[in-house]
């Protein structure tokens, strides 16, 4: 399996909603990662989880909370976000948190705050 | 100065040419090296990774690096109008970080 699976692709919520994106590697992965792309930019980093431990948050608003609950699951919890929040989120993995090897990513989940 | 630059697109050239893709970054502690591609709509996609000085080829495909000069470069060759996407770069120093990408455009 050479995946990276997120869930769901496209979202739409209200700026009271709760909702979280969810994604899943079985690659053996240890590190784990959260990025935010717009339109016609890169993207850019949210969070980072190393062996199952958030290693790096890019102080991102607390709006936003990842949580790792194995080696193979990262989820992103979304609670009372804006408009300016809509964007494709990214999910990826490596085998190391340097990415050394490169990443793998998921194929996004289309985020609409309205 | 931002800590990885692409050269600014968009590019365009005709099916067939060789498209030319330029990084340059700025720390020297920098060790590896990443071009992904990324399709309108889509996320990226790790096409080549190159780690130490000189070319590394793949297919059409060729990845170029000097640290010397801090410098990266991806050449297509015989380049084809399904190669049109937004290409990045990025650098690995302990994390990745991301060029704006180029675009290319690859017309028949």
């Known amino acids: 399996d050479t995946e990276v699976t997120q869930t769901p692709k496209h979202l739409v919520m209200g700026m009271t909603n709760k909702k979280s994106l969810k994604c899943e590697q079985h690659?053996?992965?240890?590190?784990m990662y959260w990025y935010k792309q717009k339109a016609k930019k890169p993207p850019e980093l949210m969070f980072v989880?190393?062996?199952?431990?958030?290693?790096i948050n890019e102080s991102v608003p607390s709006r936003f909370s990842p949580e790792c609950p194995n080696s193979s699951l990262l989820n992103l919890h979304l609670h009372a976000l804006q408009p300016e929040d809509s964007a494709l989120y990214l999910c990826?993995?490596?085998?190391?948190?340097?990415?050394?090897?490169?990443?793998?990513f998921g194929s996004g989940t289309r985020l609409t705050v309205v | 100065q931002k800590e990885v630059e692409q050269n600014s697109g968009p590019l365009s050239v005709p099916e067939g040419a060789i498209a030319s893709l330029n990084c340059t970054y700025s720390?020297?502690?920098?060790?590896?090296f990443f071009w992904y591609r990324q399709y309108s709509g889509k996320s990226p996609e790790l096409i080549m990774f190159?780690?130490?000085?000189g070319d590394k080829e793949d297919g059409r495909f060729t990845a170029q690096l000097n640290k010397a000069s801090q410098y990266v470069s991806l050449l297509i060759r015989d380049s084809q109008p399904s190669d049109s996407a937004t290409y990045l770069c990025?650098?690995?120093?302990?994390?990745?970080?991301f060029g704006d990408g180029t675009t290319l455009t690859v017309k028949p």
């Open positions: 990826a993995s490596s085998l190391n948190q340097g990415g050394d090897y490169g990443y793998t």
């Open positions: 690659m053996g992965h240890r590190a």
């Open positions: 989880y190393s062996y199952e431990k958030l290693s």
């Open positions: 720390d020297r502690g920098s060790q590896s």
């Open positions: 190159i780690y130490s000085n």
């Open positions: 990025a650098v690995t120093a302990g994390k990745s970080t």
